[in-house]
């Protein structure tokens, strides 16, 4: 694979004027790889990243995406390592630089297993099995110990009860918490002992110069409680706990300094903060804690140590990104890469090197890793070649002002054939959360595969609405308390935005979303039935009251949703549902759900497919995804998702009928194809 350099607003600028040869399809879409992890060595003289490969849903067999393994040396020249089908992830590389460490589940491995392989090359060897899952790791400084994160082996009387068929489960009782344990490395046999800590434990990572592990630890097992009950401490190896850091809400990535006396963290204002994204600088010995970027106008999304005192972090500002540096003594920070240069997702830096890794993504591009040399950003891989010869749309952000008054912004991409003057049917698509962004980079998925689109005549809005993060902890907190209020308020000005400016059919709107962006969906064929012509709901939410009952967040969506409970608003909550707005639907609406959600039940799919199917007045269809939780995970299933989503619009916003669309996908006449493809070749 060629090695790839230069700067990224050359790139930007090549993509923009370049006249590509074709659009993508759709399978091309759904089968595009990009680089999901990355690390560097304690020397800096080697990356390490992870590069998800997904299947080809028409000649192999349904599964997860292939996870691969690649190294980078300092000239940039990629090297493949572990490569082929299978997963591999957690990447670490040894204390002294010698050894690549990664989890995988391979050859007999009834659980994924921790291993190693030389940088210099050679067979990968395994270090260690557990009775349960290896999820997490980490490697003390010195090379001398491992921490792994695993759940216990199941009891071998249990799995006899369930051959006889005592599968009974007590709901949210018989929960099983995740362990720490600890090994020496240089102990024969290799043995790993568990460590008594009292919770969940969700990450580990070894001080720099002690015997300490810094663990995020939740009071159970359950997801409610990783999102708002977790804390980082320090334990020593026995299990004690030498300190405790009392921060309130969600929490993401946490980092100690390299001489252990500071912990730098990803944290939220307070309990009822949406999302982690506030940087707070914590003294280990006195566990005191301070903000280092107050009212920082954006959200942090990962952090790296410098040095002692210099921490690197990354910030999503609206729609684009920033890498910035700030002295954890003085509090004064600085840009490295500024806002516009492509979107920055994650950071790798050891202590004191010269040189960062990032990963980056643009919207010529997904994700790949990057490297920064003072204030030179060099793109290292390309995954996908052939995108140099696909057509590339124009892309932008939009602002425009809400009938309240709000600053509002979003990422417009026009179609292909773009001729100014002439209006578009618009499929807008919205995120979820509401505590998430859209940025203006790679947004081509399966449920939103925007250069097809575009090939196709369509022109696409991401609204990044009120309670979208990116712009600072008041404007993620303007939704609470207003389900499906202001925020939706938010689309239809977007769209009549859009429509005023010349850009759009007024009747030809389309929208789409997954979770909050479901929800939206769903709000827009029913309560909003007049402004939108075609609706395809994703995991969305129909029934406020019903979904508190039936979610895994509940305690979240009271915190930072909500700001109340279903019994002190019972006709509130129904009445902001869309099910109570079911009988004044117009908007044909497709609706489809992984059938194992337990973020948002698929009974809230069904509740609005019966309500609006009894009413009879409307075109709907309800697809269930078999294996498939909160978002499609699997190629095919992906593949079949997007289909749908594009014949549903194109059959209602382009061709203007009236009836269902036929539900027949040619799945089967293209797996004969690829069959006879392979055949042939």
Do not use: C
């Given at each position: 694979m060629r090695n790839l350099t230069g700067s990224i607003t050359l790139l930007l600028a090549f993509a923009c004027t370049a006249v590509a040869a074709k659009p993508i399809t759709l399978e091309q879409t759904v089968g595009i790889q990009h680089v999901t992890q990355l690390v560097v060595?304690?020397?800096?003289?080697?990356?390490?990243?992870i590069r998800n490969r997904p299947r080809n849903p028409y000649s192999e067999n349904d599964g997860s995406?292939?996870?691969?393994?690649?190294l980078?040396?300092?000239?940039?020249?990629?090297?493949?390592?572990?490569?082929?089908?299978?997963?591999?992830?957690?990447?670490?590389?040894?204390a002294d630089n010698t050894q690549l460490y990664f989890t995988a589940k391979r050859g007999d491995d009834k659980f994924t297993s921790l291993y190693r392989i030389a940088v210099s090359g050679g067979e990968a060897q395994k270090v260690l099995s557990l009775p349960n899952n290896i999820s997490s790791y980490d490697i003390s400084a010195d090379g001398n110990y491992l921490a792994l994160l695993a759940r216990p082996a199941e009891a071998k009387q249990q799995a006899e009860l369930k051959k006889k068929g005592f599968k009974a489960e007590v709901y949210e009782e018989d929960l099983i918490n995740t362990q720490l344990w600890l090994a020496q490395l240089q102990q024969r046999p290799l043995k790993a002992d568990t460590v008594p800590i009292d919770g969940n434990v969700l990450s580990v990572a070894f001080a720099p110069k002690q015997q300490q592990l810094l663990v995020r630890v939740a009071p159970t097992a359950l997801i409610d409680d990783n999102y708002m009950a977790s804390q980082y401490q320090l334990v020593d190896f026995s299990g004690k706990v030498q300190q405790r850091f009392a921060t309130v809400g969600k929490l993401d990535k946490a980092e100690l300094s390299p001489d252990g006396s500071k912990l730098a963290l990803i944290g939220s204002e307070d309990i009822h903060d949406p999302s982690a994204g506030r940087l707070i600088l914590a003294d280990v010995k006195s566990?005191?804690?301070?903000?280092?970027?107050?009212?920082?106008?954006?959200?942090?999304?990962?952090?790296?140590?410098r040095s002692n005192n210099e921490l690197l972090y990354v910030g999503h500002i609206g729609t684009e990104a920033e890498l910035g540096v700030v002295n954890a003594r003085s509090g004064k920070a600085s840009q490295l890469v500024?806002?516009?240069?492509?979107?920055?997702?994650?950071?790798?830096?050891?202590?004191?090197?010269k040189h960062s890794a990032l990963l980056v993504n643009t919207a010529a591009h997904p994700t790949e890793v990057y490297r920064l040399s003072g204030n030179k950003l060099n793109r290292q891989t390309n995954s996908n070649p052939w995108l140099a010869d696909i057509s590339m749309p124009k892309q932008e952000t939009i602002r425009h002002t809400a009938n309240d008054g709000v600053e509002l912004e979003g990422i417009l991409v026009y179609p292909l054939d773009y001729q100014q003057g002439q209006r578009y049917p618009l499929i807008m698509v919205v995120h979820g959360g509401p505590e998430a962004h859209m940025s203006n980079g790679w947004l081509d998925r399966y449920a939103s595969p925007v250069k097809l689109a575009a090939s196709e005549g369509y022109m696409q809005f991401f609204p990044n609405y009120r309670g979208s993060t990116g712009r600072g902890v008041a404007f993620s907190k303007l939704g609470q308390n207003d389900y499906a209020g202001k925020e939706f308020d938010d689309l239809v000005d977007a769209k009549n935005y859009l429509v005023a400016q010349g850009l759009v059919d007024a009747a030809k709107v389309g929208i789409t979303g997954g979770s909050y962006g479901g929800y939206a969906s769903a709000w827009a064929a029913t309560k909003q039935t007049e402004h939108f012509a075609a609706s395809v709901m994703f995991v969305g939410i129909s029934n406020n009251l019903s979904k508190f009952g039936t979610t895994d967040i509940a305690n979240e969506m009271h915190l930072v949703h909500a700001r109340s409970y279903p019994w002190q608003k019972w006709q509130w909550y129904l009445e902001r549902s869309p099910i109570y707005h079911a009988e004044q639907a117009k908007t044909p609406i497709l609706i489809?759900?992984?059938?194992?959600?337990?973020?948002?039940?698929?009974?809230?799919?069904m509740e609005l497919y019966r309500y609006l199917k009894t009413h009879g007045k409307v075109p709907v269809r309800l697809v269930l995804y078999p294996g498939e939780g909160h978002g499609n995970q699997k190629a095919a299933a992906q593949l079949d998702y997007g289909m749908r989503l594009m014949r549903w619009m194109d059959h209602f916003l382009k061709q203007g009928n009236k009836d269902l669309p036929p539900?027949?996908?040619?799945?089967a006449d293209n797996i004969k194809a690829a069959t006879k493809e392979k055949d042939a070749a």
């Open positions: 060595s304690n020397d800096g003289n080697y990356t390490a990243f995406s292939h996870h691969e393994l690649f980078l040396d300092k000239n940039g020249n990629e090297t493949p390592f572990v490569t082929g089908d299978g997963r591999v992830g957690n990447i670490k590389f040894s566990a005191s804690l301070s903000e280092l970027l107050p009212n920082y106008a954006g959200h942090v999304q990962d952090i790296a140590w500024k806002p516009g240069s492509g979107i920055i997702t994650r950071v790798a830096q050891p202590a004191n090197a489809m759900h992984g059938k194992e959600d337990t973020r948002v039940h698929p009974s809230q799919s539900h027949e996908l040619p799945h």
